[in-house]
């Protein structure tokens, strides 16, 4: 009962990551918007994660958040942590940025070319995990967020847009300021200020029909089971509840075995299922009796 439980919790995680997946990447709900302190409608669990920075690699992270003379604790984990640990659990999931740890939407303010900074941002953290991620398995939304229940999104207008500055390349991984962090202060200083958005990066659920790219043309008979990736700093992790621990070499052989275990005993419930049915077959035509003798190893033609 306990493992039908688990697995009916299972389905429900990747059908909500699989909907709101489809969701973003078919544009659906384009006037949906947050209201500034509201409360989100959703938890920290296995598909969910609220982050209220922008640091999306590792190396984004600013030197102010090293809280040791060698460097190696954080006081800021980096968004890529969360999207390895959803990658490997192979559910999927949904990181909120721009919202505090206890689901307060406080959005993050950006201009045009700092969301495009964003979108750059994903992707080369993204193309760094080992294997690379497709880009079939991730998308990026901005949701605006709106000061009050009153306000309308639609009367906000964003500054004029420079088609050739846009195309300027984006300095991503590492912590400085980027041209666009420039511009978009400049801005703020002549009191232009910029629209406030929650920035949701949804991560596609495994699903081994869709990605035959990723299996192993080396071992095509291997169980379809989710790959294990490991982000831009070498760092294996795996969701679990709201957080995702690292993955020392023991780990990752216990958890590719137990879903090896897993898959094999799914595997063969499904055959007993098949062998009952046709036992079942069987007797109704009459044929029970040389069921009998091919269990007691008798030939019986």
């Given at each position: 009962i306990g493992q039908l439980q688990s697995l009916r919790l299972l389905l429900n995680v990747i059908g909500?990551?699989?909907?709101?997946?489809?969701?973003?990447?078919?544009g659906v709900e384009q006037d949906r918007h947050y209201i500034f302190g509201q409360q989100i409608s959703v938890e920290e669990d296995l598909a969910h994660e609220f982050k209220g920075h922008r640091s999306i690699s590792i190396l984004d992270i600013p030197n102010l958040c090293l809280h040791s003379s060698t460097g190696s604790?954080?006081?800021?984990?980096?968004?890529?942590?969360?999207?390895?640990?959803?990658?490997?659990?192979?559910?999927?999931?949904?990181?909120?940025?721009?919202?505090t740890d206890n689901g307060i939407v406080r959005g993050i303010s950006l201009t045009r070319y700092q969301?495009?900074?964003?979108?750059?941002?994903?992707?080369?953290?993204?193309?760094?995990?080992?294997p690379p991620v497709p880009e079939n398995r991730y998308c990026v939304t901005f949701v605006p967020v709106s000061s009050s229940k009153t306000h309308s999104i639609q009367n906000f207008k964003e500054q004029?847009?420079?088609?050739?500055?846009?195309e300027q390349p984006h300095h991503v991984g590492h912590p400085n300021y980027c041209w666009c962090d420039l511009d978009a202060s400049a801005l703020h200083s002549l009191g232009k200020m910029s629209?406030?958005?929650?920035?949701?990066?949804?991560?596609?659920?495994?699903?081994?029909?869709?990605?035959?790219?990723?299996?192993?043309?080396?071992?095509?008979?291997?169980?379809?089971?989710p790959p294990l990736f490991l982000n831009e700093a070498c760092g294996c992790f795996v969701r679990q509840t709201c957080r995702q621990p690292?993955?020392?070499?023991?780990?990752?052989?216990?958890?590719l075995v137990h879903r090896i275990q897993e898959h094999c005993y799914l595997k063969l419930s499904r055959l007993h299922e098949q062998y009952e049915l046709l036992q079942q077959m069987a007797i109704n035509h009459g044929?029970?009796?040389?069921?009998?003798?091919?269990?007691?190893?008798?030939?019986?033609y």
């Open positions: 909500e990551a699989s909907r709101s997946f489809n969701m973003a990447e078919g604790d954080r006081t800021r984990n980096s968004v890529s942590t969360s999207i390895c640990g959803m990658l490997n659990s192979g559910l999927g999931g949904t990181v909120y940025l721009g919202v969301k495009d900074h964003i979108e750059a941002s994903v992707k080369w953290t993204l193309d760094k995990f080992t004029p847009i420079d088609s050739k500055r846009r629209m406030i958005y929650v920035i949701e990066i949804h991560i596609r659920p495994w699903d081994p029909h869709l990605m035959k790219e990723l299996r192993n043309p080396l071992y095509s008979d291997a169980p379809p089971l690292r993955l020392c070499l023991e780990d990752v052989r216990s958890l044929l029970s009796s040389d069921i009998s003798h091919q269990k007691e190893g008798k030939n019986v």
